[in-house]
Structures are given as structure tokens and as C-alpha cells.
């Protein structure tokens, strides 16, 4: 008897999910239908920023496989179709067409939320006004760079200082657009602590962007065209001919909650280990709609991004084929890059050890990416939290220039096992000196961190 | 009451450990002696390819340290003085002062063998010709340099293809030459299985170096002029302007072996885990004179490899000065950088997991270490072994452009942990485009070998 499963959301987790159930379930088998509300499938929002910039030149390079693709493999792609209500106990929902307004209801056995995540976007004046733009979807990116190549003005502010809002400063500054992100926070990037983000902010300010912190936007203002001419935060206005918005986003779980789902503190989805929404044997959920356990503090997270959505998909896709996969948790790890610069994190900043009842020392090390003795070696700074007393590695962020960022991994890799920063003092890492120090330099924080448990006891 | 370390060999392992055991102990309680045979001090033989290559302009920017800064930190450093017997019973050495001759014992309460590795230089016709070099010493470097500057020729022929045979090759090419590497293996990169190997093999030939594989050298040539001016490999002759030795070192032991200490398989002292020499309280000995235990095999090997030596080295000064430190093992972890190709192992190769008697799958996969979208995305394949049965992780072959060497670290620490490779497809690794496709290729690896030992059971 032919199952159906039914798909809400044609991106990574949509997708993956998708195609990997396919791989184990032949089509007479398992039908697969996608509902879509927007015009692509598996894109990568992630290379948004690169494309603005100009290093992509053409947006289908971003679109991993088309729905053309994904139909040739039997997956009933739907666009423009928007489910706008879920009927847990009925095992159905109902999708309008966005073209013709039409609604129907489908029935399933499996049902997959990729629903993703909603970019944040205050109720403020002005936030609707043509000139600004958020950096979400491919539609967005398309739009952005239209305005770019239509518009006259160079000054660009961007709204928000994480990793999207830092990218895409880099992105504007090579379309020669002057350039001001203005946040809230009292450091740039606040996936990292306090001290780390004026590294960022320093290095920013050394590439000609204007960084003003502590600043909450309150208005958009315009001009008598209607565009907009200007960010106001602080009670400081800030010119712009173009506003980017990256202030962050929050799981889209509009629809399960109204069908009664179980959403975490952070506002997503709840599931166990196979991606199974919790109490509903045949919901499953992944992607930037779902909270994930972080391994480091045992709490659950939000954390929106491409390698998890698709890691959900793959995994769900697998159960829902009669494989089997699990998804242990994230140690929380990110990277990014600003022009030369390298910024990475993993596990906890200080104010999550607390927030998790965890006693911490920190370390913090300077060194370089290469030896010391090559020409232009890279500097980068670590900080390293461990533990008080059991000297586990709690989080590592890492900020520097080349060949900095990637070796986030290693403490990656050391959290997953649940290592302290005495075993990661004697770890085996690759050094050759284009490479590295001798010590590299997470070795270096790892010894630094080592004494300082010796200190606190 | 003073006691009185000596220590033999005055390079990472043996300056290292003076240096932490003095921050242990001041020097009233501590008297440390280091005799060491050369001119120098604590310096990076492994940058001996970028200085001669140019990178590094000046000899003593690959000195970490001079005598004179050792001394200033009270510790006793005789150079030109070479140790020529050890009587462990009597607990004294023998040394004698190169310049005059003079040879004089001195007692101690602690030893510290640090006699490093040497290259292996088979007894061939023409081996000492002028115009035959090592690379291992900074007189070879300076020696080397001279002779490029001074020649007049453009040919070039390195013997091995290993790791300082690929580096010198760089070297040379960036110095004009014509480059013919003469090994006698199957592939260059014996460090890794023959398959990966072939991809260095090509990327080399790519550069415009000449790759003559299976060819032992069994003369080297030389002209009315008693210089070397060609090197002869399987009946064939290279015309060479200069001749570059790499084929590898062995343990340094010749002094300990005639002392009746504890020698391994491989020729290199045996020690236990807090770098004391098995059997003997009070004698330490680290870096390249030594057998390590491998983690992933839980046999002993020689790596000669200056991140070993500099931590024997703070290993070593910690317990001599009361501290406790111990060094585990390696997993095999190693890097190089030949123009733009990464190259980099850890873990086990095929052979050796034959020769511990594991049984194993292999996968191989190719991607890059960006995302694929962004411009010039650099390729790179990556070959992992995992255990039959248990899916442990067993070992991983990088060769790659940028970015693809230092992922090698995700693999070192995964084996450190005894990971398996199905807990590897869900690490947690940073994701963004300019640092890694999605899938990051370690994880894809990862995968692969996860469906092969599902097949071989």
C-alpha cells in the first residue's frame, strides 16, 4: 500500500529529508509531495551575502538542485503553495495556491515541518519602506541587488552585528558602498563574549566600517519619495541610501503551534534523537523550526543554519525510509569571515556557563596561524573556557585572519568527546610550519587554560 | 642541596625541557647543563625548506632562542661539546669540546637524552661529492643556500618523497630550478596509502617537477671536478647542479645504545609515559629519539616531528622540576604544503592496519573545502579507513588545495576520542560558505564510510 509523505518547506531540511526517503523507498512505495511558499528549492540563504558581494554571479548558483531536479527523482514539488493549517488528529492540512488563492486539503501518513526560520523585523516606522531590505530568501537577495544596481547613493547601514549582518557589511563595502552597522549590543557579534567582539569590532573599524554599538534602532526615517534615507538609533540618525536588515531570526513554527505542537523556550519545535516531533509518531520536524540539545550545557537551543538543516533532513528522511539515524545535539559551533578576517566560536561564552549553573576559568592566547618566522604570519587570538575543578572544555572562540577560523573543529571535535583541556594539551594536530606553530595555538590556550584550573582548584 | 640535570642535545626537546624545568625550579636548587654539538639553539629545522625557498630571509629567524637567552635564564649551554659516552651506573658523561678536543665527565643527578634523529645517507658512490646536500641542520641550510647562490646550473634532483623531499622541491622551484624528484617507492608520500599518493605525484608533476618513482638511487655521479653532476636511480642518470638528500631519518641512539638502554623495533629509545626512559629513574629522553605509542594501532613508532619534541621537552622539565605531566601517545597526525597542495594523514594507512591486525573499510570522496558555488572552489579528496564491524574511525588522507591540510585536526581529535565514524557524520563543524561546502568533506568521508562497514558487516 502506497504511503504519503507530506512535506512543509522546499529547503534543506525539506529536501534532504525528501530525497534521502526516496533513496530508501522507491516511488510506488512512499509518494512525496513538497509544499513550497516560495519560488525555489534547496537554495543556500547562507550565500546570499556572497552573491550581493559579487563573488557568485548568478543566483541559480545557489540553488542546489531545482524542483525540475527534485521531480525527475519522483518528489512532487508544489511552489508558491503555503499550508496554512495543520490537522494533527485528522492527519491533514490544508494549502492555499498563491497564485490562484485556491485551497485544498491533503491527508498523510508522515509529515515533515521544514518550515524554517523568520528573519526579525520590529514593528518600527519606516521598516517597510523600499530601501530596505532583509537578506532571507533568494527573492530578498534579488531585490538587494537590483536597489544596488539602480541606486546612486554609497552609504549602506546595516542593522545588526552577527554573522549575517557582518557578511553582508563586507559584501556592500565591494560594491563600494560606505558602510555603517549599527547594534544593539555593546560588541559586534554576540555569539562571543564581550572582549572577543571588540576584536571584531577593531578589525571592522580597520576596514573602514563604521561600527556603533549600544544602539537600538528606533525608526527608519524616509525621504519625500517615501524610500528610505535613514537609521535612527540612540536618538542619532545615520544616513543610508540602502538599510540592510540582519537582526537575527526566530523558528517559524506559526503553523504548529496553532496545531497544538510542542515548542520550546526558544519558540521551536521539540523532537527526541531521530527528529521526531515529541508525542506524535509520525511528525517529524528539522532545520531552523526546531530547538537542538546542546551537548556542552544540556539545555536546548535555537541556532538557524544550513549544516543542521541539512544534517535533520538527511536523518529524517532515513527513519522515515525504514533506515535508521539519529541526531545527537550541537556544541554550538559557528564561523565566518569579513573580508580577511576569521571569526569562529564553539560551546559556551561565559554568560552560558552561567546561565547553565557551570563554574568556568577562561584563558586567552595570542599567537599565529603559521610560524612565527614566515612572512606575514596570521595572528589570531583564543579564549578558552574549561571547567573549574574538572577542567572540561567548555567553548573556544577564536578570532584572526587566515587559516584561523577552521580550527574551531578542533575544540568542536574535543567537546563532542567531552575532553578536558589537559587531554587537548597533548592532542596530535597537524604541523608543518605554512600550517601552524609548533604549539598550535589551540594548544597554547589549552596549556593556558590548564594552569588557570590549576589556580582555581 | 644543588641537584645537577644534563641534558644532550640543545634543540626542542632538550632546551624545552631546561626551560620548564628552570620555571619549576630556580637555579640554587636546579644546576641545568645542556651539552649540545652544534652551533645553535632551539630553532625550527623543520623551516630549513622556506628559508632556503626564500620565505624566510635570515638563519637566525628560525632560531626560537639563542644560547645567549638560555643562559640569561641560568641555564648552562655548551655548545660545540659533544656527549661520547654515557656511564649509567656511574651517573656521569663523557663529552668532548669540539674546537680543542678536550674531554672531560661530568656527573648528574638527572639525564635528559634529546639526541634528535639523523638523516639516512646510504654508503653510494659520490654521497659526500660537493653539490650533495642534507636539509637537517641549519649548516646544511647555509651550506645549501651557498651553493645555489654561487652555481650557475639549473637542474635540480631531490632524492625521496617525503615530506622534506616535497617541501625542498617547492623550495627549488622557487629558487629557478628544474626539479626531478627520485624516489623509490611506488608513489612519492610513502606517508600515505598509494592512492592518495598518486594525487601528489600528479599535482607535482602539474608544478613542473619531474616525478621518477621506483628508482632507488645507487650512485651519485660526479664530474672531472670531483662535484656531483648527476644522480643515478634504476640504470638511469639525472643530470643535477645539486643534489637534495630527504630520505628520511632514524633515531639518533647511537649513545644510548652503547649505555645498554632500552631501544624499540624502530631503533628509538623506549620510554614510559611521563618520558622516562623504561628502567632507569632518573633518564628522560623525547622528541626524535624516541618510540611513541600509537593510539589507533597500540603500536610504538618514530615520528620525527618537531611538535612531538617541544612537548616531550615541557613534559620532561615538568617532572624533573616536580611537576606531572604525561605525554599518551600520537595518533600519526601530519601536514604539508607543496606550492598550493595541502597534503596531510593521520591515523592508520592501509598497510598499517594490516599490520595490527585490524580489518578495515576505506572510502574515498572528493569535494571542496568551499562552497561550491563561490569561485575557484578548491578541490579536495579525502580517503577514510574505518574498522570492520565497530565503524571505529582508524585513520584519514587529505590532498587538497587551501583550506584541505589542517581538516586533517577534525580526524586527529575524533581518533584521540575513539570515534566512530557514525558518530563523526554528526559533528558539529564550522559551516560557512568561504570555509566549507555544507556537507563539510571530513563529514561526507564520514558518511561514505559509514554505508561500508554497513556492506562489509
Redesign the interface.
Known amino acids: 500500500m502506497t504511503e504519503r509523505l507530506v512535506i512543509v518547506g522546499g529547503d534543506?531540511t525539506g529536501m534532504s529529508a525528501a530525497a534521502q526517503a526516496r533513496r530508501f523507498r522507491e516511488a510506488p512505495d512512499l509518494e512525496i509531495v513538497v509544499f513550497e511558499r516560495g519560488h525555489f528549492t534547496s537554495y543556500?540563504a547562507?550565500?546570499i551575502p556572497?552573491w550581493v558581494g559579487g563573488?557568485?554571479r548568478e543566483r541559480d548558483?545557489?540553488i542546489a538542485r531545482t524542483p525540475e531536479e527534485h521531480r525527475a527523482r519522483g518528489i512532487d514539488v508544489r511552489l508558491r503553495s503555503e499550508v496554512v493549517e495543520l490537522d494533527v488528529s485528522g492527519g491533514r492540512l490544508r494549502s492555499r495556491d498563491l497564485a490562484t488563492g485556491v485551497e485544498t486539503w491533503s491527508g498523510y501518513d508522515h509529515l515533515v515541518l521544514a518550515t524554517g526560520a523568520r528573519p526579525i523585523r520590529p514593528g518600527l516606522a519606516g521598516i517597510d519602506a523600499p530601501g530596505v531590505h532583509g537578506v532571507q530568501t533568494l527573492g530578498d537577495g534579488e531585490a538587494l541587488i537590483a536597489a544596488l544596481a539602480a541606486g546612486t547613493g554609497r552609504r549602506a547601514v546595516v542593522v545588526g552585528a552577527g554573522?549575517i549582518g557582518v557578511?553582508m557589511a563586507e559584501a556592500l563595502i565591494r560594491r563600494g558602498y560606505e558602510v555603517t552597522i549599527v547594534h544593539s549590543g555593546a560588541q559586534p557579534m554576540s555569539t562571543l563574549d564581550p572582549d572577543m567582539g571588540a576584536l571584531v569590532r577593531d578589525a571592522l573599524r580597520g576596514m573602514g566600517v563604521t561600527v556603533v554599538g549600544d544602539s537600538a534602532v528606533t525608526e527608519i526615517r524616509t525621504g519625500d519619495d517615501g524610500r528610505a534615507r535613514a537609521v535612527v538609533a540612540a536618538g542619532r540618525e545615520y544616513p543610508a541610501d540602502v538599510v540592510v536588515l540582519g537582526m537575527g531570526v526566530v523558528p517559524e513554527t506559526t503553523l504548529a503551534a496553532a496545531a497544538g505542537l510542542p515548542l520550546g523556550a526558544h519558540g521551536g519545535l521539540l523532537t527526541d534523537s531521530a527528529m521526531r516531533v515529541i508525542g506524535h509518531e509520525n511528525i517529524w520536524a528539522g532545520g531552523d523550526c526546531v530547538e537542538v540539545l546542546d551537548l556542552v550545557s544540556g539545555m536546548h537551543r535555537h541556532i538557524a543554519?544550513?549544516?543542521?538543516a541539512?544534517?535533520h533532513g538527511q536523518i529524517i528522511g532515513a527513519n522515515i525510509g525504514g533506515g535508521y539515524a539519529?541526531?545527537?545535539g550541537?556544541?554550538?559551533?559557528?564561523?565566518?569571515?569579513v573580508c580577511d578576517l576569521e571569526v569562529?566560536r564553539?560551546g559556551l561564552r561565559e554568560k552560558d556557563a552561567r546561565a547553565a549553573g557551570l563554574q568556568y576559568v577562561t584563558a586567552t592566547i595570542e599567537s599565529t596561524s603559521r610560524?612565527g618566522?614566515?612572512?606575514d604570519a596570521p595572528l589570531m587570538t583564543v579564549k578558552m573556557l574549561a571547567e573549574r575543578l574538572t577542567g572540561r572544555l567548555l567553548g573556544v572562540q577564536i578570532v584572526g585572519r587566515e587559516?584561523a577560523?577552521?580550527?574551531?573543529?578542533?575544540a568542536?571535535?574535543?567537546l563532542?568527546?567531552r575532553?578536558t583541556v589537559v587531554?587537548m594539551?597533548?592532542?596530535?594536530?597537524?604541523?608543518?610550519?605554512?600550517?601552524?606553530p609548533?604549539?598550535?595555538p589551540v594548544l597554547v590556550a589549552a596549556r593556558k587554560a590548564v594552569r588557570a584550573v590549576g589556580e582555581r582548584g
Open positions: 534543506a543556500s547562507c550565500g556572497y563573488h557568485v548558483q545557489l554573522y557578511e543554519l544550513g549544516t543542521h541539512n544534517k539519529t541526531f545527537p550541537v556544541v554550538g559551533t559557528a564561523v565566518s569571515k569562529a564553539t610560524a618566522y614566515l612572512p587559516g577560523g577552521k580550527r574551531v573543529d578542533i568542536a571535535v574535543a563532542t568527546a575532553m587531554q594539551t597533548t592532542l596530535d594536530l597537524g604541523y608543518a610550519p605554512p600550517f601552524s609548533v604549539w598550535d
